[in-house]
C-alpha cells in the first residue's frame, strides 16, 4: 500500500531552548522545518474509537480483583478516554473457563443500570485490593516466565462487572473467548461460550466478541498447535452461533488477534482469511518494538525502531488485501514492548514517543483502531499505575482524543536535517466537539535534547494556535524516565478521585514560526485554519 511521507526527520544541534515560542529566539541557532500541507482534501478517515484501550484477562486471574474496576477514580479516568472500545483479553483468556453459578431467565434485568449510581468500591476495599493486586502481579509474572498457565474459572461477576464499567464508562466492550477449548478432532469446543452467550443476552447485554489471543503461540503455551484454515473454521462457527441470537446476529467479532508478522506468522493470516475472512468484521493483529526484558531506553528514541512499525503494517494490510481486499483492519493490541513491558520505561514520560508515533502512522498507513495494553492491569505497559493513578501516556491518550480528529491529512517537511528522523509530525482534521470547523491539528515529537522551529506554511500562519505541549516535569535525559509530566508547564494530575483538570492549551497569535521543546510531544491546533477537508 502506498503510504504519503507524513513525518520530518531532523538532526537538532541548537541548544537546548525551554518552553514554548511563537517567535525567534537565537533563531541562527535552531534549525528550521518547512512544512508543505494539502487540507482540500483527507488521505483517509479512522473510526472514532481509534485510540481503544485493554484490560488484560489476568485481572480475572482471581475474581475478587474485577471489584478495583467498581473504584470511582479508575472509572473517571476510564471516561475521558471515550469513545473506545474496550478489550478484554490477552494470553489468560485461553486458559479462562466460564463457571455459571446462578440460574438465568431470559429477560432477567440489566445488572449495569444499578451499577452506574449505586455501586462504588469502599475506599478500604479499594486499598486492600491494591496491595493484594500488587502481589497477584508477581505470581502472574512467574507463570509468564515459566510459560505455564492454569485454568482459572470465571462467574457470571466477572461478566457483570465488565459490563458495568464499559456501560457506566461510556466504552463498547469486546469479550475474548477461549479458543483453546478444542474437541478431538482439534476443531474449536464451543459449548463453554455459547453458555456465556446464553447468559450475556439473558441480561441484555450489549457487547462485540473475539476468539482466541495469539494463536501462533498455541504450541508453546499449551501443546496445541491451530493452523489459520482452522482457526477461521472456528471463527465461521461462532458467528454461526451468534446469528441464532437476537442479541449477537449483528454485533462485532474481531480476530484473529495474531502476533505481528514473524516466519509461519504470516502463513497463519493467510489461511484464515482464506477459511474465515467473512466472519469478522475486522482483521486484527498485534505489534510491539521490543523485548520488554532486554531493550534500552535508546531504542525507545530510536526512529529506526519506530519505523519497524511501517514494515509490520504494510506487510498485514498486503496479505489482507489479497485475500480479502476492502477488509478493515485494526491493531488489536499493542504497545512499547512485548513481555509485560519495559519496568521503568514502558511507564514513563520516554514510553509517549513509541505511543504518539504510533497512532500517527497507524492513521495515515490505514489502521482503522489501535488498542492500547493496558489500560489497567498486570504488567509496565499500562495507562494507569497500581495506585489508579494516571501514568503519562494516559494524559497523552486524553489530549489526542480531546484534540484530534478522525480524518487524516497530507503533510510534508523539508529540512537539510531530514535524514536523521528525530522530528514526526503528523496532520489531522481537529476534534470538531471541541473546534469549529475547519480547524486543524498539527501532531508534534522532538526525539533529541534540542529545540527545533517549525516554519508554518502560509496556509496556516495567518491562524490562532493553541499550543499542547508535553514535557517531563526534569529536564534533560534524567526526566525521560519521570511518571510525572507537564501540559504547558504545570504538572497534570487528578484534581480529586472524580475530577481531571481542564487540560487548557496556551494560546498563541498568528506566527510563522512555532517552537518545539527538546524531548517534547505537542498538539499545535490551528483553530481559524479554514481546511476544506475539515468542513
Known amino acids: 500500500m502506498k503510504s504519503f511521507p507524513v513525518f520530518l526527520l531532523l538532526l537538532l544541534l541548537?541548544?537546548?531552548t525551554e518552553g514554548l515560542k511563537t517567535r525567534d529566539q537565537n533563531s541562527s541557532h535552531?534549525?528550521?522545518?518547512?512544512?508543505?500541507?494539502?487540507?482540500?482534501?483527507?488521505v483517509?478517515?479512522?473510526?472514532?474509537?481509534f485510540l481503544s484501550v485493554t484490560i488484560d484477562a489476568s485481572l480475572a486471574s482471581e475474581e475478587k480483583f474485577m471489584y478495583l474496576l467498581d473504584s470511582p477514580k479508575i472509572r473517571t479516568l476510564a471516561r475521558a478516554l471515550t469513545p473506545s472500545f474496550l478489550r478484554f483479553g490477552g494470553t489468560r483468556q485461553d486458559f479462562m473457563v466460564f463457571t455459571p453459578q446462578r440460574s438465568h431467565e431470559q429477560g432477567s434485568g440489566d445488572a449495569a443500570a444499578l451499577s452506574c449510581d449505586k455501586l462504588e468500591l469502599p475506599p478500604w476495599l479499594e486499598e486492600r485490593l491494591k496491595n493484594e493486586w500488587t502481589q497477584q502481579q508477581v505470581i502472574l509474572m512467574k507463570e509468564d516466565l515459566r510459560r505455564k498457565y492454569r485454568r482459572v474459572k470465571f462467574t457470571e461477576n466477572t461478566i457483570d462487572m465488565l459490563h458495568s464499567f464499559t456501560n457506566?464508562?461510556?466504552?463498547?466492550?469486546?469479550?475474548g473467548l477461549n479458543a483453546l477449548l478444542r474437541t478431538a478432532d482439534n476443531a474449536w469446543n464451543s459449548s463453554n461460550a455459547r453458555q456465556l452467550l446464553q447468559y450475556c443476552e439473558s441480561r441484555r447485554y450489549t457487547m462485540c466478541w473475539e476468539l482466541g489471543n495469539e494463536?501462533?503461540?498455541?504450541?508453546?503455551?499449551?501443546?496445541?498447535?491451530?493452523?489459520?484454515?482452522?482457526?477461521?473454521?472456528?471463527?465461521?462457527h461462532l458467528r454461526e452461533m451468534m446469528s441464532q441470537s437476537e442479541l449477537y446476529r449483528h454485533a462485532g467479532l474481531f480476530g484473529p488477534d495474531v502476533g505481528q508478522p514473524r516466519d509461519h506468522r504470516t502463513d497463519i493470516m493467510q489461511g484464515f482469511l482464506q477459511s474465515g475472512a467473512d466472519a469478522v468484521d475486522a482483521v486484527t493483529w498485534h505489534h510491539y518494538y521490543v523485548n520488554g526484558r532486554d531493550t534500552s531506553l535508546e531504542d525507545f528514541l530510536d526512529p529506526e525502531v519506530l519505523d519497524t512499525l511501517t514494515l509490520k503494517t504494510n506487510e498485514v494490510l498486503q496479505t489482507v488485501k489479497l485475500v480479502s481486499p476492502g477488509k478493515k483492519v485494526w491493531l488489536g493490541e499493542t504497545s512499547s514492548a512485548f513481555g509485560g513491558g519495559a519496568a521503568g520505561l514502558s511507564d514513563t514520560f520516554v514510553a509517549g514517543f513509541m505511543?504518539?508515533?504510533?497512532?500517527?502512522?497507524?492513521?495515515t498507513l490505514g489502521l482503522d483502531v489501535v488498542m492500547r495494553q493496558v489500560f489497567v492491569g498486570s504488567g509496565s505497559y499500562h495507562l494507569v499505575d497500581e495506585n489508579l493513578d494516571p501514568l503519562p501516556d494516559y494524559w497523552l491518550s486524553v489530549l489526542y482524543k480531546r484534540l484530534v480528529g478522525p480524518e487524516v491529512l497530507k503533510v510534508e517537511a523539508f529540512s537539510d536535517f531530514s535524514r536523521h528522523k528525530r522530528?514526526?509530525?503528523y496532520l489531522h482534521?481537529?476534534?470538531?466537539?471541541?473546534y469549529r470547523r475547519g480547524a486543524v491539528t498539527l501532531i508534534s515529537m522532538n526525539l533529541r535534547n534540542k529545540a527545533v522551529r517549525i516554519s508554518v506554511p502560509a496556509r496556516l500562519s495567518s491562524s490562532t494556535v493553541e499550543a499542547f505541549v508535553l514535557q517531563s516535569e526534569r529536564p534533560g535525559e534524567e526526566g525521560l524516565y519521570s511518571r510525572s509530566v507537564t501540559l504547558n508547564k504545570d504538572v497534570l494530575k487528578m484534581v480529586d478521585d472524580k475530577t481531571l483538570p481542564e487540560l487548557k492549551g496556551a494560546r498563541l497569535p498568528p506566527s510563522e514560526h512555532l517552537q518545539l521543546p527538546a524531548y517534547s510531544l505537542a498538539f499545535f491546533v490551528f483553530i481559524d485554519a479554514g481546511a476544506a477537508a475539515c468542513l
Open 429 to 434: 482534521c481537529a476534534h470538531q466537539q471541541r
Open 44 to 49: 483517509r478517515r479512522v473510526d472514532l474509537r
Open 168 to 175: 457506566c464508562s461510556g466504552m463498547d466492550l469486546i469479550f
Open 215 to 236: 494463536p501462533n503461540s498455541y504450541e508453546k503455551k499449551a501443546g496445541i498447535r491451530v493452523d489459520g484454515f482452522q482457526l477461521g473454521q472456528d471463527f465461521t
Open 30 to 42: 535552531v534549525p528550521d522545518v518547512d512544512l508543505v500541507v494539502d487540507v482540500s482534501s483527507a
Open 14 to 16: 541548537s541548544p537546548r
Open 355 to 363: 505511543w504518539l508515533d504510533k497512532l500517527g502512522l497507524a492513521a
Open 423 to 425: 522530528v514526526r509530525l
